[in-house]
């Protein structure tokens, strides 16, 4: 027969393990909500070629934000676009 202190072991073994079962899975986005969160993340941070301006990583920030909502975010504008340096364009 099993002593008290084996079964109790045996329970806190099998409550462990069927938590770490029991952990919400998430999907990873779909290529169509990348490619337009990419296009997004251009639109709104437009290339420059390097050492034209400061460095920024605002577009992968809008990039993976955009991810994170699933690709449900307002397409930006031209008069919204942002420059590299994280400040506003007013040129419009």
Do not use: W
């Not at 998430?26 to 709104?44: G, I, Q, W």
């Not at 941070?45 to 050492?51: D, F, M, V």
């Not at 340096?85 to 040129?91: A, C, M």
């Amino acid at each position: 027969m099993i002593n008290c202190a084996a079964r109790v072991a045996v329970l806190i073994l099998l409550a462990s393990f069927s938590s770490l079962l029991s952990v919400d899975a998430h999907a990873a986005p779909s290529a169509a909500v990348a490619k337009k969160c990419l296009s997004y993340a251009y639109r709104a941070y437009p290339y420059k070629r390097p050492g034209a301006a400061k460095a920024s990583n605002g577009r992968q920030l809008y990039f993976t934000d955009c991810l994170s909502k699933n690709g449900e975010v307002d397409e930006p504008s031209a008069a919204s676009q942002i420059a590299n340096d994280g400040k506003p364009n007013n040129s419009n």
